[in-house]
């Protein structure tokens, strides 16, 4: 335990459950990953071949070879391993996936003499692509014209771009727009309904807009006519509030607020005549109305959020999704087209070969990898996308069995790729997934080792609620 806090040695020193580590920035990460490498090493028994340890940069997977190595320098009985510390298996997700390209090639369909581009070059690439796509002719040039009345050139290449760095999403969704339009607008009725639901129950939970419920529903109760424009209005709602205080169904709530919404839009602030109102009631009155009128304002365009089939257009946004989807077929084909013949492949390959043939043959994954790596490390986890997490999920194998093997530390406070798909809230799934899947654990790093109590404190009271959903 020497050299480490008690929680860092229960995350370092034990190794028979699987562990997601909450680590921020100054908690001693790295040398927690190296320590945990060492014991594997020393007190588990764990060949250097056995442990596969991920990280997101070049710099900080040669820093944590380079401290694994001078470690091993430093310690006695280990010098059987200093060799074997050369071949060892600590990279970049991308080195990671380059490595089993060139060791299964053809398998994945790859040339195994490839190079990887670089950002420069794949942009050389895309550029003189979507010239050709646009100057050249093609099978698809009925489609282009069609898509460039309604985006400019430029619009043209920023969707493309876009729809590149999504790209197994991007063709997945294009094939079933293509085979089936009814499922994809079932999924925009779903979403769009379910978004207005989620608005609707965080409207409810408003403490706004229950107290203005609870006074236009006490003035409801005491003024029963219809003498003014403001009682008028209090009838109006009336039974749209008896709605609200019951417990509706979520459709008849929906129905409710949106009722409510258009009533507001038909009458003024000026509702009322104080002749007809006791006290400051016509005062009250006017308030609700103005306080409830700007929360529903405020969510108008949700309320009123629905998909329609048949709906001219919903139909001419379809029509320009196919088109669409055929010019980003074409442009891809290109891109494809200009990478092999320069025998190169971009980092986003790296990782979608990977994926695919991990899919595509479990066996493989079983033979070559899962029995392999008897240990998985993961560093800054909160940086990593749904497809690197699901090829680490494939060489774990069943994670829903108990399972020591994976090791995963990270910060979602801290994750910077999301310009190339980093998801944070995957580290709260995988976090789950350790916990009820592997029946595995978590241990928090909280003591800082770069700041003072001071400062952390205040950034900690500061960042609490913008950071909640992370947790």
């Known amino acids: 335990m020497k050299g480490l806090t008690e929680r860092q040695a229960e995350a370092a020193l034990h190794h028979d459950r699987s562990l997601c580590v909450v680590a921020g920035a100054g908690t001693g990460k790295t040398h927690l990953l190296v320590r945990k490498y060492l014991d594997l090493l020393e007190k588990k028994g764990v060949a250097v071949s056995e442990i596969l340890a991920l990280t997101f940069t070049d710099k900080a997977a040669a820093e944590m070879k380079d401290r694994i190595r001078r470690s091993v320098l430093e310690k006695e009985g280990l010098e059987q391993i200093q060799d074997?510390?050369?071949?060892?298996?600590?990279?970049?997700?991308?080195?990671?996936?380059?490595?089993?390209?060139r060791e299964f090639p053809i398998e994945a369909g790859v040339d195994p003499g490839f190079s990887v581009l670089d950002e420069p070059a794949l942009r050389r690439i895309k550029d003189d692509c979507i010239l050709e796509l646009l100057y050249s002719?093609?099978?698809?040039?009925?489609?282009?014209?069609?898509?460039?009345?309604?985006?400019?050139?430029?619009?043209?290449?920023?969707?493309?771009?876009?729809?590149?760095a999504e790209r197994e999403y991007a063709e997945s969704f294009f094939s079933i727009l293509e085979r089936d339009e009814k499922e994809i607008l079932t999924a925009w009725e779903e979403t769009a309904l379910s978004y207005r639901s989620d608005t609707i129950a965080d409207l409810l939970q408003n403490t706004s807009f229950q107290t203005q419920v609870r006074r236009l529903t006490d003035l409801a109760g005491r003024y029963p006519g219809t003498l003014d424009t403001g009682m008028e209005y209090l009838r109006a709602i009336e039974p749209h509030l008896a709605v609200i205080a019951g417990d509706p169904s979520p459709e008849t709530i929906i129905s409710s607020i949106t009722d409510l919404n258009r009533i507001h839009q038909h009458f003024k602030a000026t509702i009322g005549q104080?002749?007809?109102?006791?006290?400051?009631?016509?005062?009250?009155?006017?308030?609700?109305?103005?306080?409830?009128?700007?929360?529903?304002?405020?969510?108008?365009?949700?309320?009123?959020?629905?998909?329609?089939?048949?709906?001219?257009f919903t139909q001419t946004t379809i029509a320009f999704l196919k088109n669409l989807g055929s010019v980003f077929s074409a442009y891809t084909t290109l891109v494809d087209t200009a990478k092999k013949r320069q025998n190169g492949l971009e980092f986003q390959d790296l990782i979608r070969h990977t994926h695919q043939l991990f899919i595509r043959d479990d066996a493989l994954v079983n033979e070559h990898f899962r029995r392999r790596y008897r240990y998985i490390l993961v560093d800054e986890y909160q940086d990593t996308d749904p497809i690197q997490s699901d090829i680490i999920a494939r060489i774990i194998g069943d994670t829903s069995a108990p399972s020591e093997?994976?090791?995963?530390?990270?910060?979602?406070?801290?994750?910077?790729?999301?310009?190339?798909?980093?998801?944070?809230?995957?580290?709260?799934?995988?976090?789950?997934l350790i916990r009820d899947g592997l029946s595995g654990g978590e241990v928090s790093l909280d003591r800082n080792f770069r700041s003072t109590p001071e400062?952390?404190?205040?950034?900690?009271?500061?960042?609490?609620?913008?950071?909640?959903?992370?947790?």
Not at 455 to 471: Q, T
Request: charge should be negative.
């Open 137 to 164: 002719e093609t099978d698809q040039d009925t489609a282009i014209v069609s898509v460039l009345r309604a985006l400019s050139q430029k619009d043209l290449r920023s969707y493309l771009d876009t729809l590149y």
């Open 274 to 312: 104080k002749k007809n109102w006791e006290g400051d009631d016509l005062h009250k009155l006017k308030d609700s109305f103005k306080e409830l009128r700007a929360l529903l304002k405020e969510r108008e365009e949700i309320f009123t959020c629905s998909i329609s089939p048949d709906d001219p």
């Open 405 to 432: 093997r994976l090791f995963v530390v990270g910060d979602p406070k801290q994750s910077i790729y999301l310009f190339r798909r980093a998801d944070v809230t995957q580290f709260r799934h995988t976090r789950d």
């Open 84 to 101: 074997d510390l050369l071949w060892a298996n600590v990279s970049t997700f991308h080195s990671f996936c380059a490595q089993v390209l």
């Open 455 to 471: 400062v952390m404190g205040f950034v900690n009271h500061l960042f609490s609620s913008l950071m909640a959903e992370s947790r």
